[in-house]
């Protein structure tokens, strides 16, 4: 079975533009969740989509969005960007196993340069 | 109000020993805890995972053990290999809501 897949893989953007990154879950999970990872921070949550419905949401502002597609696949798009934005985003989908465990893979990151 | 606390920040074991890795939470309505291995610069690898109803889950080398009465889980991995040598963090989640994860514990296996 494929794992998450995210692209692009590596991107370089400039303050002020709009970025768009994509994930592609695993075949037969529903639930997406975007996390945004820094040194400082570690690792942050962004929000979760499932079933095309956002469900729930952290603590970022309003520039930080996404979506979900029927096909289960997602993608974040940022705003604005700033330099604090420079980060490594992951994609992770999850499920409910047969025998009732829950398990979340990520995917191996988007990694975005602001300048 | 860090609800999942990992308060070792490392652990030095020798290759061929049993590490384990313990985790603390404070949410009573966590219901799911996993595992995760990480490398700098890279998306954390899903080790294992439990559920609440379970009080032990064993893949491999790794085991996971959870106490609810103490609200907490350990981790262990027997016999550690070098290539174990990663940063480990918990998590946990009420009812499949969002992961709350902990800080991590730097794992080192030597010869």
């Keep these: ?115 | 109000d860090q609800q999942v606390k990992q308060n070792s920040p490392s652990l030095s074991v020798q290759e061929g020993r049993i590490s384990i890795l313990n985790c603390d939470y404070t949410n009573s309505m966590f219901d799911y805890f996993l595992w995760y291995k990480k490398y700098p610069a890279e998306g954390p690898t899903f080790l294992i995972s439990i559920s609440s109803i379970k009080d032990k889950n064993e893949d491999g080398r790794f085991t996971v053990f959870l106490n609810k009465s103490a609200k907490h889980l350990s981790l262990h991995i027997v016999p550690s290999q070098p290539g174990d040598s990663a940063v480990y963090f918990c998590a946990a989640s009420a009812n499949t809501d969002k992961l709350i994860f902990g800080t991590g514990t730097r794992l080192q296996v030597f010869p």
């Design chain 1, 1 to 115: 079975k494929a794992g998450v897949t995210q692209t692009p893989r590596y991107l370089i953007k400039t303050r002020g533009q709009q970025v768009t990154l994509s994930c592609s879950p695993i075949s037969g999970h529903r639930s997406v969740s975007w996390y945004q990872q820094t040194p400082g921070q570690g690792l942050q949550f962004l929000f979760e989509y499932f079933s095309e419905t956002q469900r729930n949401k952290g603590n970022f502002p309003g520039r930080f969005s996404g979506r979900q597609f029927s096909n289960s696949r997602s993608e974040m798009n940022v705003s604005t960007l700033e330099l604090g934005d420079s980060a490594l985003y992951l994609c992770a989908s999850s499920s409910i196993t047969g025998t009732g465990l829950y398990e979340q893979y990520f995917g191996p990151g988007t990694r975005l340069t602001v300048t």
